[in-house]
């Protein structure tokens, strides 16, 4: 069975960084494309940025774009996120997902319970 299990969230300031770890176990990580989602309060889960399994592709959000590097370490099935330049409105549980194949496509198969990353101002 695959698990995720996200780490790393907490309290930043505006303008601050933090870096989100997410490990996938239950299958060969190097085969499939993962990626971060969040929910606000109030608001739908929204996607963040993804990567291809290899780790040679990767794709974010309008409103991160800049600001935020989704990266990956296949030999210890470990996949990040590095935020920077955080502002208030980037408070949000963090999920982290794995894909169904070696590219994203819109669809995730496995997700994980997430983390509460907070912003403050």
């Known amino acids: 069975q695959v698990q995720v299990v996200e780490s790393g969230g907490g309290l930043v300031q505006a303008g601050g960084s933090l870096r989100l770890s997410c490990v996938a176990s239950?299958?060969?990580?190097?085969?499939?494309?993962m990626g971060w989602f969040r929910q606000a309060p109030g608001k739908e889960r929204e996607f963040v940025a993804a990567?291809?399994?290899?780790?040679?592709?990767?794709f974010y959000a309008n409103s991160v774009k800049g600001r935020f590097t989704i990266s990956r370490d296949n030999d210890k099935n470990t996949v990040y996120l590095q935020m920077s330049s955080l502002r208030p409105e980037d408070t949000a549980v963090y999920y982290c997902?794995?894909?169904?194949?070696?590219?994203?496509?819109?669809?995730?198969?496995?997700w994980g319970k997430g983390t509460l990353v907070t912003v403050s101002s």
């Open positions: 997902a794995a894909g169904g194949g070696r590219f994203y496509t819109g669809s995730m198969d496995y």
């Open positions: 239950g299958r060969t990580f190097s085969n499939y494309a």
């Open positions: 990567i291809s399994a290899s780790g040679g592709s990767t």
